[in-house]
């Protein structure tokens, strides 16, 4: 049911991109990086109750290096049509496009891995459309070695996630670069959902 939902919504979106003017983020419909600060006002202090959580999808670029631009903007709006049908069935939630690969959800705490585990799991049905049947055999998009000898092996697109779901020794215009910096450092490894806690906090 989840799939046929966010196919519903990328038709939508096409049909609301013929006005570029109706929405903030053209490519996916969903509340551009204003919004996500704005909302933040409201979620940040009530940290615990409600969650943050950053999400990318990972491992794309090694998918455009093997495959090509192509199918690049409907991998980024299945992404974004899956986060938000599975994000609004949690009251009060918000699903926001943070930049090209990259989301910022926000929910209360109970229903965050919950839901970020329904969407990955649907993403990770549809991204096995775009690969090869031996690809998809093997889980690896690319495999080189490197100048010193070591082998380096990139999977299939996934999404990944970093969340707050507490209070933190942050200020809140400091979490999301923390977030990111974190994001960047598990993507290309096997940890998908990491909790954020505060020894993983670098200060200005």
């Excluded at 980024?76 to 049509?81: K, L, P």
């Excluded at 699903?95 to 209360?108: L, S």
């Excluded at 965050?112 to 690896?140: P, T």
């Amino acid at each position: 049911m989840g799939l046929v939902e966010a196919k519903k919504y990328i038709q939508d979106l096409h049909k609301k991109q013929n006005n570029p003017y109706l929405w903030p983020d053209y490519l996916t419909g969903l509340p551009d990086k204003s919004a996500i600060i704005k909302e933040m006002d409201e979620v940040f202090p009530t940290a615990g109750e409600y969650s943050i959580s950053y999400i990318r999808i990972a491992n794309i670029q090694p998918y455009l290096l093997k495959y090509g631009p192509d199918k690049h903007a409907e991998i980024i709006q299945w992404a974004a049509a899956i986060l938000k049908t599975t994000y609004d069935k949690c009251p009060h939630s918000f699903i926001g496009a943070f930049n090209t690969h990259d989301f910022v959800g926000m929910c209360k705490t109970k229903n965050m891995v919950k839901l970020f585990e329904e969407a990955q799991e649907m993403f990770r049905k549809k991204a096995a459309a775009y690969y090869s049947k031996n690809d998809l055999a093997k889980g690896i998009t690319l495999s080189f070695d490197k100048n010193d000898g070591e082998k380096v092996s990139r999977g299939l697109m996934k999404l990944i996630a970093v969340v707050a779901d507490k209070k933190l020794k942050v200020k809140k215009s400091q979490l999301i670069r923390n977030m990111t910096r974190i994001c960047e450092a598990i993507e290309g490894t096997k940890d998908e959902i990491v909790v954020m806690n505060n020894d993983m906090i670098l200060k200005d």
